[in-house]
């Protein structure tokens, strides 16, 4: 059966490549009837934080992601916490250690800083240079009998790494690609590749679906888990996401975090759309998918090597898709949270259906919803639609018709627009000579929502004393 696994580092908000990284794995396991194991990589103790992960999985489940194994609901494989995990690493790095592929390493941050920096004066790529590699036994004893506390180095056979990944086909590393690397620090934990590959083959992951900057880390943990003498899984290296500049996705490009588009009025259904949209294209032209339908149509192997680039058109024509596909219920549940003010209207619905065509975000709500606020000062370009005979005779009409016919509902506000447009047939008016005076006398604002809207919302009383106020 397929196990994939999405392992965040609770070091910040979930960002919008790792959503996506996600959003794939999720959507393959689901589609293949596999199981999606939700892991937290929380080794580095000083950046990594509870608020944070808790954020993370409330990102995951608002995106309408959920899985079967992890933190919060445990699992056959608990804990689900690196941080947790301790026993498990040390457990595998005897095993190493015993074959002879570890060994103790005593140069300080310090030495390896200094050799890092004269590499890179050198023009060369910075790599460990095996200086505790071949200690004799009876070495290593006195320093640690002086207290001297080594970290862990997996012993890197010489060798080419070849692996194949399903979007990159077969790739190959020759010998000498990279140097010894830390399996276990000094203070007892876990480093990123051994707790990485341990966790993977000890919860019997099949495929690992992650960004193409991975690449390297596979070529090591493909040996590890040779080493380790567990089969290595499946990998996918897929394209990374980036900024309309080409360059990786950072807060240069402006909002990065699912958090964001969250509390700027974005809808999870809209964005999780547009993120599978990144190098992926759904059969016959279909863009606009909510999640059951990516399940159905999304094919792992239909994955493009391009690059993903962020558009934000491009979302917000998505989102507005999604808006205006929505349940109204629903959607009146969903944006009252973004407009507070308006939210316990009793014609909340009838507002939101009015603006609906205009909005491509919930964020955007309240300013749209103004209109049904009291009456702003009009502008210069606005106040001219109320100068002039035409605007004078237009208002006066509108008075008389309101107090002639009241406003009963929706179809009615339709009604009493028509018949004011009718009264002015003679005088070959354009619509928006007879329409405008009447908007700007009711809102002070030159646009807004659709007249009879306007009416309705507001009512009769309302609108004959705002009339009033103006031609007063």
Known sequence: MVRVRFAPSPTGRLHLGSARTALFNWLFARGQGGSFILRIEDTDVERSSREMEESILEDLKWLGLDWDEGPDVGGPHAPYRQSERGEVYREHARLLVEKGMAYPCFCTPEQLEEKRERALAEGQSPRYDGACRDLEPLEVRKREGRGERPALRFRLPEKEVVFQDLLHGLVRFPPGSFGDFIIMRSDGRAGFHFSVVVDDAVMGITHVIRGEDHLTNTARHVLLFEALGYPAPMYLHHSLLLGPDGGKMSKRHGATSVREYREMGYLPQALANYLALLSWSPPEGREVL??????????????????AVFDRERLDWLNGKHLRRMPLDELVRVAGVYAPRWSGHPLFAVMLESVLDNITNLGELP??????????????????????????RVLEKAEEILREE???????????????????????????????????????????????????????????????????
């Open 290 to 307: 909510d999640l059951s339908e990516l399940v159905e149509l999304f094919d792992i192997g239909d994955l493009s090597r391009s690059p």
């Open 367 to 392: 300013s749209y919803l103004e209109a049904y606020g009291e009456p702003a000062r009009p502008g210069e370009r606005a106040a001219e639609w109320l100068r002039g005979e035409v605007a004078g």
């Open 406 to 472: 009241g406003i009963r509902d929706l179809e009615h506000a339709h009604h009493l627009v028509a018949r004011l447009r009718h009264a002015f047939d003679e005088r070959d008016l354009k619509p928006r000579e007879i329409l405008m005076p009447l908007r700007v006398a009711l809102t002070g604002r030159d646009r807004g929502p659709a007249l009879p809207y306007l009416l309705y919302v507001l009512g009769r009383d309302e609108c004959l004393r705002r009339l009033q106020g103006v031609r007063s």
